[in-house]
């Protein structure tokens, strides 16, 4: 791995070390009042601990270390890792060989945790291995699923290429240790053997170098193959003092042949650079001659140095740059959280390196020139990349709100969260909008004014909250109290005011913001102080419990006159699902993890070496009971208490299409959490309280009796309780989810808001239209909701009863009610049982509320919601269907009750279905057949072909049905209608009645010269030959019609010799060849229809010309030698057409060569 940087090396001074003057020889001694003499500070407790510690390893005696540990290696431990050894060496005359070696000894880091943190991603997912050698479990339950991904990480290769026996040369020289490790052949690649130095203070390593060139975030697997060498077989390295105590040791002999000899071995290295040094100690003026002494790679930190782990910090810059400018794409998102999680694992650890990566981190986020792009197009962030921001905002906060930092780093990190709160491209906390919602230091004592600058900003950006912590402190007594102490009781505090320290018990209450107050818990858990976490969110869960009953008590005293009003009001417009720093989420959480892990893991991070093969996933249990909670009660009942609260807590809906998605999106987690909890008699004891407290709890409760119009509905929340109440209280379930099932922000009548007490802020809620972004995803949980309650209820009457007035009056969208009822058919007609009548006429109930919902709008699934209607009808009997048939024109349009009602009633698949008897079908056929006339009266153009279908087999009702089309075909059909209805009756036997149809279509048709290609041409066609087939009259009857409609030459040409042929296609009924003689052209009718012919080619021939272009010449003398043929059949066609050419030469004389091709062909 390259160095990051060079080690800060303090200058050795070798002739002026305490104790010793500048003439001195090896061996002699100086005066006490030699430089640099002296002892330890005293002015500090930690100086005045420091001299104590140092004084005892001088006079400590000396020698190999015995069981129980010697007093040397303890004193030894403790200085190694406090001190730097320069403040060691500079506060003593002299240092015994032996105590600086165990000092050397006990300064390289002891722990594999730190060695694995700064090597992997996931530290809990890798697992660690005991002295011992054994590979330990991992403490994920899917590590067997992930073994492969595991194999690759750095920290379980470096493990493997330990076992292995690849770590050689291994050599310690003060405080750097070097070796060598051999990477085994691989298929591809040849065995590479890696040169490892590591630098390391205060048990902490603060450098690394390998020469295998890996790039990475983290340190590679020859370095951890190598600290885990020193920290299993410490014994096997040989360790050596700080090169500059041997190098005092020699005298001018020595040191000039260990001189020559290191160039020897290394000239073509360090041959310019030795030649170099040699120069300016050489010259009197150089620098290095200007200094006492000489640097020390392997003496150690000085005092100025920063002890603190080494972080390649360009490495996380450009893998985080790298990261975002994949999109989300390749796992990019995935890798982002992981360096999260990383920071989270580096707080509780205490290493200040988190901090640190959180703003290497920041500042890459801060530059993405993506920010930039979507401001200016307008366009919002995606969401993985919107929480990524979520969880930077919310770790910045963790940061600021350490209870240990001193006031330099929070000052030094509120200016930079305020430097990159100003940049204009800052993403905003909300998404896309501005929120105008209280700060998170109001209504707190020691915040009072911390708002003040921020409130005038225009919006409050994913920093603004951590900046505004940064004037929180810890220093509250009371605070102090609670986070310290199992025992801070006050049995005779007298005070029930809302801002009591303590309830009727004497336990600790802590009041302030509740967003604020958790996200000190999550900073406290954060940093690794799990127990004081635990018990701050024990005292903020008693307080929401004691404020809830308050509120209850409050309400009670109001309710007749709020109720008698219709009025409501929001006590928080914050809510507590789904805001910024997800309050409740962190206290089930920290409440969860307690039920997890005994008592005494709350007290240290014991060493992970320590049982780890004996890891297990321990599932959440009812542990014993914290000091302030009430007998019988657990950390687990306290977590599922505290997710009830503050799902069940009224709030508003947020603006914004992000902030309103979160809101959903946090609520489905919690409850997923939730879910993974296995409920026992305890616990159902706490849903019943809390159902009943949300039942009766007015404006503080979601499913209060009177809620605000743009309240977050509880449909999923409410979904959740009575799957959960359903076994154990049948009637608390209905009741919270039948008052769950209101969507009050699609209602026209709702409450107002209520502004008369001062405790209401519904004041606050910004006067708009509401505009839901969420509105699609909030009415399907409505109706998965109301489907639960279907599928609950059955074999139940009255319960399905409540159930289906509950839908029909709560749920305004036709799909969703089509859901319903296809749910409840499905759940009715199970294979393996009888169908469930009472829910399937539930379902026909819903199925018809869908139909008159949709009648008059315009629905794509309409045909399927009428087809399913049937289908469902058909399962409850002939009265169903014989019902929908009789109200018909509430529900269907007259073309859907004729095509789909009608049609699949009269069906064979329905009578074998319904197992009717004849008197049954003909009943049933009536309803139908009547249906069809009722439909061909209201929609002749639709239905009339229809109607005659479903009237085969009933004369009268033909015969009817017929009537009315006659009635209608002057007024209200279309020829195309006529004529397919006319083609019908000559199919089933009625060439008259044909006949007639067809003579009243031609006259709704109109065919202009040029519409040759007209669909209607073939219908024309098909009633000049059965007229021809029917006789003369019927011929000459149809000829004037057609004369009247058709102006098209070559379809008038198509008739006319359609009409003096004998064909095959002129045969008449029944297959019955005609014996009518052909007809004369010089006699009427035909005499009509051929002068309308050679009419219509002499006016479609001038059209044509008017616009003709020469690329339709050859195409328009065709056109005139069919004119001529229609001209010839005239017994003085020859003359006619003559004539009519030479008009044409005369009156388009100026188209020279349309004329000579008219010429050439005619004369």
Same mark, same amino acid.
């Given at each position: 791995?390259?160095?990051?940087?060079?080690?800060?090396?303090?200058?050795?001074?070798?002739?002026?070390?305490?104790?010793?003057?500048?003439?001195?020889?090896?061996?002699?001694?100086?005066?006490?009042?030699?430089?640099?003499? #002296?002892?330890?500070? $005293?002015? !500090?407790? %930690?100086?005045? /601990?420091?001299? =104590? @510690? +140092?004084?005892?390893?001088? *006079?400590?005696?000396?020698?190999?270390?015995?069981?129980?540990?010697?007093?040397?290696?303890?004193?030894?431990?403790?200085?190694?890792?406090?001190?730097?050894?320069?403040?060691?060496?500079?506060?003593?005359?002299?240092?015994?060989?032996?105590?600086?070696?165990?000092?050397?000894?006990?300064?390289?880091?002891?722990?594999?945790?730190?060695?694995?943190?700064?090597?992997?991603?996931?530290?809990?997912?890798?697992?660690?291995?005991?002295? #011992?050698?054994?590979? $330990?479990? !991992?403490? %994920?339950?899917? /590590?067997?699923? =992930? @073994? +492969?991904?595991?194999?690759? *990480?750095?920290?379980?290769?470096?493990?493997?290429?330990?076992?292995?026996?690849?770590?050689?040369?291994?050599?310690?020289?003060?405080?750097?240790?070097?070796?060598?490790?051999?990477?085994?052949?691989?298929?591809?690649?040849?065995?590479?053997?890696?040169?490892?130095?590591?630098?390391?203070?205060?048990?902490?390593?603060?450098?690394?170098?390998?020469?295998?060139?890996?790039?990475?975030?983290?340190?590679?697997?020859?370095?951890?193959?190598?600290?885990?060498?020193?920290?299993?077989?410490?014994?096997?390295?040989?360790?050596?003092?700080?090169?500059?105590?041997? *190098?005092?040791?020699?005298?001018?002999?020595?040191?000039?042949?260990?001189?020559?000899?290191?160039?020897?071995?290394?000239?073509?290295?360090?041959?310019?650079?030795?030649?170099?040094?040699?120069?300016?100690?050489?010259?009197?003026?150089?620098?290095?001659?200007?200094?006492?002494?000489?640097?020390?790679?392997?003496?150690?930190?000085?005092?100025?140095?920063?002890?603190?782990?080494?972080?390649?910090?360009?490495?996380?810059?450009?893998?985080?740059?790298?990261?975002?400018?994949?999109?989300?794409?390749?796992?990019?998102?995935?890798?982002?959280?992981?360096?999260?999680?990383?920071?989270?694992?580096?707080?509780?650890?205490?290493?200040?390196?988190?901090?640190?990566?959180?703003?290497?981190?920041?500042?890459?986020?801060?530059?993405?020139?993506?920010?930039?792009?979507?401001?200016?197009?307008?366009?919002?962030?995606?969401?993985?990349?919107?929480?990524?921001?979520?969880?930077?905002?919310?770790?910045?906060?963790?940061?600021?709100?350490?209870?240990?930092?001193?006031?330099?780093?929070?000052?030094?990190?509120?200016?930079?969260?305020?430097?990159?709160?100003?940049?204009?491209?800052?993403?905003?906390?909300?998404?896309?909008?501005?929120?105008?919602?209280?700060?998170?230091?109001?209504?707190?004592?020691?915040?009072?004014?911390?708002?003040?600058?921020?409130?005038?900003?225009?919006?409050?950006?994913?920093?603004?909250?951590?900046?505004?912590?940064?004037?929180?402190?810890?220093?509250?007594?009371?605070?102090?109290?609670?986070?310290?102490?199992?025992?801070?009781?006050?049995?005779?505090?007298?005070?029930?005011?809302?801002?009591?320290?303590?309830?009727?018990?004497?336990?600790?209450?802590?009041?302030?913001?509740?967003?604020?107050?958790?996200?000190?818990?999550?900073?406290?858990?954060?940093?690794?102080?799990?127990?004081?976490?635990?018990?701050?969110?024990?005292?903020?869960?008693?307080?929401?419990?004691?404020?809830?009953?308050?509120?209850?008590?409050?309400?009670?005293?109001?309710?007749?006159?709020?109720?008698?009003?219709?009025?409501?009001?929001?006590?928080?417009?914050?809510?507590?699902?789904?805001?910024?720093?997800?309050?409740?989420?962190?206290?089930?959480?920290?409440?969860?993890?307690?039920?997890?892990?005994?008592?005494?893991?709350?007290?240290?991070?014991?060493?992970?070496?320590?049982?780890?093969?004996?890891?297990?996933?321990?599932?959440?249990?009812?542990?014993?009971?914290?000091?302030?909670?009430?007998?019988?009660?657990?950390?687990?009942?306290?977590?599922?208490?505290?997710?009830?609260?503050?799902?069940?807590?009224?709030?508003?809906?947020?603006?914004?299409?992000?902030?309103?998605?979160?809101?959903?999106?946090?609520?489905?987690?919690?409850?997923?959490?939730?879910?993974?909890?296995?409920?026992?008699?305890?616990?159902?004891?706490?849903?019943?309280?809390?159902?009943?407290?949300?039942?009766?709890?007015?404006?503080?409760?979601?499913?209060?009796?009177?809620?605000?119009?743009?309240?977050?509905?509880?449909?999923?929340?409410?979904?959740?309780?009575?799957?959960?109440?359903?076994?154990?209280?049948?009637?608390?379930?209905?009741?919270?989810?039948?008052?769950?099932?209101?969507?009050?922000?699609?209602?026209?009548?709702?409450?107002?808001?209520?502004?008369?007490?001062?405790?209401?802020?519904?004041?606050?809620?910004?006067?708009?239209?509401?505009?839901?972004?969420?509105?699609?995803?909030?009415?399907?949980?409505?109706?998965?909701?109301?489907?639960?309650?279907?599928?609950?209820?059955?074999?139940?009457?009255?319960?399905?009863?409540?159930?289906?007035?509950?839908?029909?009056?709560?749920?305004?969208?036709?799909?969703?009610?089509?859901?319903?009822?296809?749910?409840?058919?499905?759940?009715?007609?199970?294979?393996?049982?009888?169908?469930?009548?009472?829910?399937?006429?539930?379902?026909?109930?819903?199925?018809?509320?869908?139909?008159?919902?949709?009648?008059?709008?315009?629905?794509?699934?309409?045909?399927?919601?009428?087809?399913?209607?049937?289908?469902?009808?058909?399962?409850?009997?002939?009265?169903?269907?014989?019902?929908?048939?009789?109200?018909?024109?509430?529900?269907?349009?007259?073309?859907?009750?004729?095509?789909?009602?009608?049609?699949?009633?009269?069906?064979?698949?329905?009578?074998?279905?319904?197992?009717?008897?004849?008197?049954?079908?003909?009943?049933?056929?009536?309803?139908?057949?009547?249906?069809?006339?009722?439909?061909?009266?209201?929609?002749?153009?639709?239905?009339?072909?229809?109607?005659?279908?479903?009237?085969?087999?009933?004369?009268?009702?033909?015969?009817?049905?017929?009537?009315?089309?006659?009635?209608?075909?002057?007024?209200?059909?279309?020829?195309?209608?006529?004529?397919?209805?006319?083609?019908?009756?000559?199919?089933?036997?009625?060439?008259?009645?044909?006949?007639?149809?067809?003579?009243?279509?031609?006259?709704?048709?109109?065919?202009?010269?040029?519409?040759?290609?007209?669909?209607?041409?073939?219908?024309?066609?098909?009633?000049?030959?059965?007229?021809?087939?029917?006789?003369?009259?019927?011929?000459?009857?149809?000829?004037?019609?057609?004369?009247?409609?058709?102006?098209?030459?070559?379809?008038?040409?198509?008739?006319?010799?359609?009409?003096?042929?004998?064909?095959?296609?002129?045969?008449?009924?029944?297959?019955?060849?005609?014996?009518?003689?052909?007809?004369?052209?010089?006699?009427?009718?035909?005499?009509?229809?051929?002068?309308?012919?050679?009419?219509?080619?002499?006016?479609?021939?001038?059209?044509?010309?008017?616009?003709?272009?020469?690329?339709?010449?050859?195409?328009?003398?065709?056109?005139?030698?069919?004119?001529?043929?229609?001209?010839?059949?005239?017994?003085?066609?020859?003359?006619?057409?003559?004539?009519?050419?030479?008009?044409?030469?005369?009156?388009?004389?100026?188209?020279?060569?349309?004329?000579?091709?008219?010429?050439?062909?005619?004369?």
């Amino acid at each position: 791995m390259a160095e990051r940087r060079q080690l800060s090396l303090y200058v050795k001074c070798l002739c002026c070390r305490p104790g010793y003057g500048s003439g001195c020889r090896l061996g002699q001694q100086a005066g006490d009042t030699g430089p640099g003499s #002296g002892t330890f500070c $005293a002015d !500090t407790s %930690s100086s005045r /601990a420091a001299a =104590a @510690a +140092a004084a005892a390893l001088v *006079l400590l005696p000396l020698g190999r270390t015995q069981s129980p540990e010697s007093l040397l290696d303890i004193a030894a431990r403790k200085v190694a890792e406090k001190w730097p050894f320069q403040w060691v060496e500079e506060r003593f005359e002299r240092i015994p060989e032996p105590v600086q070696r165990r000092i050397v000894y006990w300064s390289f880091p002891r722990s594999e945790r730190e060695i694995c943190m700064y090597s992997s991603f996931n530290t809990d997912a890798v697992g660690f291995t005991a002295p #011992g050698g054994a590979a $330990a479990s !991992t403490a %994920s339950g899917g /590590a067997v699923d =992930a @073994a +492969a991904d595991e194999s690759r *990480l750095p920290f379980r290769r470096g493990i493997a290429l330990l076992d292995d026996g690849c770590v050689d040369n291994v050599l310690q020289v003060g405080f750097h240790l070097s070796g060598t490790v051999t990477e085994p052949a691989m298929q591809s690649e040849p065995e590479t053997v890696c040169n490892v130095a590591i630098s390391f203070d205060r048990c902490k390593i603060t450098s690394v170098t390998c020469s295998c060139g890996n790039k990475d975030i983290f340190y590679c697997a020859h370095v951890v193959a190598l600290s885990l060498y020193r920290i299993r077989k410490p014994d096997q390295v040989r360790l050596h003092l700080p090169i500059s105590e041997t *190098l005092f040791q020699m005298n001018r002999d020595q040191l000039q042949k260990f001189v020559q000899y290191l160039i020897t071995v290394h000239h073509t290295e360090v041959l310019p650079t030795a030649q170099k040094l040699a120069d300016e100690i050489l010259s009197q003026n150089s620098e290095i001659s200007q200094v006492h002494g000489a640097p020390d790679p392997t003496a150690g930190a000085s005092i100025d140095d920063e002890n603190c782990w080494h972080l390649d910090e360009e490495q996380v810059q450009e893998q985080v740059k790298l990261f975002l400018s994949q999109g989300g794409y390749h796992g990019s998102g995935k890798q982002l959280n992981l360096l999260f999680a990383k920071v989270r694992e580096m707080l509780k650890m205490k290493d200040s390196n988190g901090a640190r990566m959180l703003t290497l981190i920041t500042d890459q986020f801060m530059a993405d020139p993506r920010l930039s792009l979507w401001r200016r197009q307008g366009t919002a962030m995606t969401d993985k990349y919107r929480q990524l921001w979520d969880e930077l905002g919310v770790l910045w906060m963790c940061i600021v709100l350490n209870p240990h930092c001193k006031l330099e780093q929070k000052t030094n990190w509120l200016k930079q969260l305020k430097k990159w709160n100003c940049v204009d491209v800052c993403p905003w906390e909300d998404g896309n909008h501005g929120n105008e919602l209280p700060s998170l230091t109001s209504a707190l004592p020691q915040g009072a004014n911390a708002n003040q600058d921020s409130s005038n900003r225009p919006h409050r950006t994913v920093f603004t909250r951590a900046i505004e912590a940064c004037d929180l402190h810890w220093q509250d007594s009371h605070l102090l109290h609670i986070i310290s102490s199992d025992l801070y009781i006050n049995y005779c505090y007298d005070d029930d005011t809302e801002s009591s320290l303590f309830d009727s018990h004497g336990w600790p209450l802590w009041h302030e913001h509740v967003p604020t107050a958790c996200a000190r818990v999550d900073a406290l858990r954060s940093h690794g102080y799990s127990r004081e976490a635990l018990r701050l969110a024990v005292a903020i869960v008693n307080t929401l419990r004691r404020q809830q009953q308050k509120q209850l008590e409050m309400f009670q005293a109001q309710k007749k006159e709020l109720l008698y009003r219709g009025i409501t009001s929001i006590t928080n417009l914050e809510g507590w699902v789904g805001h910024p720093l997800d309050p409740i989420g962190t206290l089930f959480s920290s409440l969860m993890e307690a039920c997890k892990v005994d008592d005494e893991s709350f007290h240290g991070f014991s060493d992970i070496t320590e049982n780890t093969g004996q890891r297990k996933s321990l599932e959440y249990q009812h542990l014993p009971t914290h000091k302030f909670l009430e007998e019988g009660e657990s950390y687990l009942m306290l977590a599922v208490e505290v997710a009830l609260i503050g799902l069940g807590q009224q709030r508003i809906m947020p603006d914004g299409l992000y902030a309103q998605e979160k809101v959903c999106r946090n609520e489905e987690q919690l409850i997923s959490k939730l879910q993974e909890i296995e409920l026992d008699d305890t616990l159902v004891k706490i849903f019943r309280k809390q159902a009943v407290f949300l039942l009766e709890a007015g404006p503080y409760s979601g499913l209060g009796e009177v809620i605000h119009q743009e309240s977050v509905p509880m449909h999923t929340f409410a979904k959740y309780l009575f799957i959960s109440l359903l076994p154990h209280d049948a009637e608390l379930a209905y009741k919270i989810t039948l008052r769950a099932m209101r969507l009050l922000v699609l209602e026209s009548t709702v409450p107002s808001g209520d502004t008369s007490h001062p405790h209401h802020v519904a004041s606050m809620v910004p006067n708009r239209y509401p505009r839901w972004f969420n509105l699609s995803h909030i009415e399907s949980q409505q109706c998965e909701l109301a489907s639960t309650m279907l599928s609950a209820a059955k074999g139940d009457v009255q319960r399905l009863e409540t159930v289906l007035q509950s839908i029909q009056k709560n749920i305004h969208s036709s799909s969703h009610i089509f859901k319903l009822a296809q749910d409840a058919f499905k759940i009715a007609t199970l294979v393996d049982s009888l169908p469930d009548i009472t829910l399937l006429k539930a379902s026909l109930e819903l199925g018809l509320q869908v139909m008159r919902m949709t009648l008059s709008t315009q629905n794509w699934r309409r045909r399927e919601m009428v087809r399913w209607l049937v289908t469902c009808a058909t399962e409850l009997g002939v009265y169903a269907l014989d019902s929908i048939m009789q109200n018909w024109f509430t529900l269907l349009t007259p073309i859907e009750a004729t095509s789909i009602v009608a049609t699949t009633v009269m069906s064979n698949s329905t009578i074998v279905h319904l197992h009717l008897d004849c008197h049954q079908q003909e009943k049933l056929a009536n309803s139908a057949r009547t249906l069809a006339l009722q439909c061909a009266m209201k929609d002749p153009q639709n239905c009339a072909l229809s109607a005659l279908t479903l009237c085969e087999k009933d004369h009268i009702a033909f015969e009817t049905a017929y009537q009315i089309i006659l009635d209608a075909a002057t007024t209200s059909m279309s020829y195309s209608q006529l004529f397919t209805i006319a083609r019908y009756m000559e199919h089933h036997g009625y060439p008259m009645r044909a006949y007639k149809l067809a003579t009243l279509a031609m006259t709704h048709l109109n065919l202009s010269y040029n519409q040759d290609t007209h669909p209607a041409i073939n219908d024309v066609l098909w009633a000049c030959a059965l007229s021809h087939s029917l006789g003369k009259n019927e011929l000459a009857a149809i000829i004037p019609l057609v004369v009247k409609s058709v102006k098209c030459a070559t379809v008038l040409s198509d008739i006319l010799r359609r009409c003096t042929l004998t064909t095959p296609g002129l045969v008449g009924l029944h297959g019955r060849r005609n014996s009518v003689k052909l007809m004369s052209l010089d006699k009427a009718p035909l005499r009509q229809l051929l002068d309308a012919t050679i009419g219509a080619y002499i006016n479609t021939t001038h059209s044509r010309l008017t616009h003709i272009s020469p690329r339709h010449y050859n195409e328009f003398i065709e056109f005139l030698s069919k004119a001529r043929e229609t001209f010839l059949m005239s017994h003085d066609g020859q003359i006619q057409f003559t004539h009519f050419i030479d008009n044409l030469k005369q009156i388009y004389k100026g188209k020279k060569k349309l004329m000579m091709l008219v010429r050439e062909r005619f004369g």
